[in-house]
């Protein structure tokens, strides 16, 4: 990823047993009076902007879907954006067609590519947590049951499955070398648990219920977010000269979105229709994916931007060595753009304690 992204800013500076079924969300976490929100406040209906938005996985997961839930809910209609997305094997490849140009914004390594000299603004966070999830075998108990184990290993040495497991291990105590990390692909991850390969495995949602669904003997064993509560995944950002150029644009996007989110948490059937139809996952793994993350507060009903942990990821990275310069949060921000599409979107929504 170091050596990809050092391409990237020279080219800039040149020119990601069956589950349970899944609740319906809770009602705490969405009640009627905690929904309201001012009106939207929509434009008048008029010619469509395009905007090209890169997502980091082909098809996308379910947590990177709010975006094309916004098309999908006919919200992007409503405020004359036309969505198109374009699906990538990895974050970096999203932003290097960014830096090329067949992409406007989107899910696109934001942070890692700020701090290595790609000039980025970043105007929303739909899903600031985590959805992944460490599946075992059903005889590793605990996480100290991992000593001596086979953790799976789907991304080179130091890259972020390899620090996953290693803040999974740090939270038992444990150290890399206590384990032996086996390495496989990302396709490769379910036949290294079923041939013994591997005794563990990192996840999304839906690709967990997947595994626990056709796969006897496992259960999953650990949820990502304890061992890493402050760090910021999913940011929307862009190339600095772009979204400046299409401020407004960029604005109607962001308030379709927020939208989306607060229509989703309040609309289960539909919303899992949906997801089945972007994800191309089974409607029963959707489901067990979108419980976990309504009733997880993992997708934002608000903006999801909080500065402490971003600073908190930049440092992350930077320890890793995947960027270069640390900086402050607020350098890449543009709150103007992301408090005028919440405004569009009707304001703040209160959420429950501990959410966003």
């Known amino acids: 990823m170091r050596d990809a992204m050092t391409v990237l800013v020279a080219v800039t500076v040149g020119t990601l047993a069956a589950p349970p079924a899944a609740p319906a969300p809770s009602a705490q976490l969405w009640s009627a009076p905690e929904a309201q929100a001012a009106a939207p406040q929509f434009p008048a209906p008029g010619p469509r902007a395009a905007i090209v938005f890169g997502q980091p996985v082909a098809p996308p997961n379910v947590v990177h879907a709010p975006v094309e839930l916004a098309k999908a809910f006919g919200f992007m209609d409503k405020f004359n954006v036309d969505l198109r997305t374009l699906d990538f094997d990895g974050s970096t490849r999203a932003l290097t067609a960014a830096i090329a140009g067949g992409v406007n914004v989107g899910l696109i390594d934001c942070q890692v590519a700020a701090g290595n000299g ?46 996953f ?36 495995a990192i996840f999304h949602y839906e690709q967990a219920s997947k595994v626990l669904r056709t796969q006897r003997g496992f259960h999953v064993l650990y949820d990502l977010y304890k061992a890493l ?3 910021e995944y999913n940011i929307y950002c862009g190339l600095r000269p772009w979204v400046e150029a299409h401020r407004d644009l960029i604005v109607n996007m962001t308030a379709a979105t927020i939208l989306a989110v607060r229509y989703a ?7 899992i229709k949906a997801l ?12 067990y994916a979108y419980g976990k993350i309504v009733t997880g507060c993992i997708w934002a009903r608000n903006l999801g931007l909080d500065t402490r942990r971003l600073n908190w990821t930049t440092q992350w990275e930077h320890q890793a060595g995947n960027l270069r310069n640390p900086y402050d949060a607020a350098q890449i921000l543009d709150m103007s753009i992301a408090n005028e599409a919440l405004a569009k979107a009707g304001g703040t929504v209160p959420v429950p304690e501990g959410c966003e």
């Open 118 to 163: 790609v000039p980025i603004v970043a105007f929303y966070a739909p899903a600031p947590r985590t959805d992944f999830v460490l599946v075992a075998r059903d005889t590793i108990k605990t996480l100290a049951d991992l000593k001596g184990k086979k953790m799976g290993l789907s991304s080179p040495p130091g890259g972020i499955i390899d620090r």
């Open 165 to 200: 497991n290693r803040a999974i291990l740090a939270t038992a105590g444990l150290r890399a070398d206590d384990v032996a990390m086996v390495p496989t692909t990302t396709a490769g991850r379910v036949p290294a648990l079923v041939t013994g390969q591997s005794d563990t």
């Open 229 to 231: 509560p402050d760090y």
């Open 265 to 271: 948490y309040a609309h289960r059937p539909e919303t």
């Open 276 to 287: 089945t139809d972007i994800t191309h996952e089974d409607a029963e793994d959707v489901a």
